[in-house]
Every structure is written in structure tokens, then in C-alpha cells.
């Protein structure tokens, strides 16, 4: 059965840290480009970080410098180290592939407030 299960998030004040982990159940994970997702009440869902299958990363402007997205293939897990985080990262945050193309997993909500 194909999922993903994401955890490590939590509440936090401005300027903390947290990382976040994805365990993918997929066959060939090593040739996916897999990618960070968030989601905020209302708001469509955000690709803020992807890592290709050679491990070359992408981040949105938003999150650039402080996030930092990285694989395990033998263990088929993604990371997500979050560094100085600003109460406008607070959402759910979802792993998928950098399409989308995998059934959703629940997501891990992060929450920065002071």
C-alpha cells in the first residue's frame, strides 16, 4: 500500500527550530523528486521545497535560507530542517512527490507564535 506518513512538527516561538521527517511506503522512491508542501486554512497548498533524485534542491523565496530539504533513500525518507521560523510559517505541512502525484498522507501542523 502506497503512503506517507509525515511527523516532527509542534509549537514554537520566532526563531526556533524543527525538523520534520516523511516515511514514504513506495516502490522506487530513490527516482521520485519528492517535495515539502504547506497548507493553510483557506489557502491552496505550497510547494516551499524539493529534492531531485540527485539530491539538487529547490526552495520558494519564502522559506530560502533558513529550510533546508534532504533525502534518505535507503530508509525512503525526506527531511525538512526548519531554522528561524517566523509565525508566518505556521500551517500543516505535507511530503509528496514534486507533482503531487502520491495519495496525501495526514501532515504534521507546525505552529510559530510567541
Known amino acids: 500500500q502506497v503512503h506517507l506518513v509525515e511527523s516532527g512538527g509542534g509549537s514554537v516561538q520566532p526563531g526556533g527550530s524543527l525538523r520534520l521527517s516523511c516515511a514514504a511506503s513506495?516502490?522506487?522512491?530513490?527516482?521520485?523528486?519528492m517535495g515539502w508542501y504547506r497548507q493553510t486554512p483557506g489557502q491552496q497548498r505550497e510547494l516551499v521545497a524539493r529534492i531531485t533524485s540527485g539530491s539538487s534542491t529547490y526552495y520558494a523565496d519564502s522559506v530560502k535560507g533558513r529550510f533546508t530539504i534532504s533525502r534518505d533513500n535507503a530508509q525512503k525518507k525526506v527531511f525538512l530542517q526548519m531554522n528561524s521560523l517566523k509565525p508566518e510559517d505556521t500551517a500543516v505541512y505535507y511530503c509528496?512527490?514534486?507533482?503531487?502525484?502520491?495519495?496525501w498522507g495526514q501532515g504534521t501542523q507546525v505552529t510559530v507564535s510567541s
Open positions: 509528496n512527490s514534486a507533482t503531487g502525484s502520491i495519495p
Open positions: 513506495i516502490l522506487a522512491f530513490n527516482r521520485y523528486e
